[in-house]
């Protein structure tokens, strides 16, 4: 006997990478920002579709911390309920699902290692 349970979108996050010049001092700095639908505040919006375009007007205007922008990723993350199984051996087979989707890649290709550079520094 096999049992499913319903798979249906458990939530969605989206996820910001930005890479550019801090206010005082001058330096490069980059930083990163998780949006779920808690941290969305702007009523009429379907946060589970949202566009380019709104998500570069929220990075815009919470990354308070940079004068400058130089680069930026932007991702999205769908991920679903688990789908659990009861096989005809007793035993529960549970998969996990996700999609993974990047909106906006970085221009630059060292910004990925500026990015790592400044979030994860070395020190000797």
Known sequence: M?????????FVRYHISVVGK?????????????????D?????????????EELEHYMYTHTGDLSQITDYKIEKTIECRPKASVGDDGWLEVTHRSKH???RDWEDEDS???LIDCLYPIYD
Do not use: C, G, H, S
Not at 40 to 51: G, H, K, R
């Open 2 to 10: 096999t049992v499913y349970t319903t798979v249906d979108v458990d």
């Open 22 to 38: 801090m206010w005082m001092p001058t330096a490069t700095a980059a930083m990163e920002v998780d949006i779920n639908k808690r």
């Open 101 to 103: 989707y990047v909106m």
């Open 112 to 114: 990925p290692n500026v």
């Open 40 to 52: 969305w505040n702007v009523i009429d919006t379907d946060f589970d579709n949202l566009t380019l």
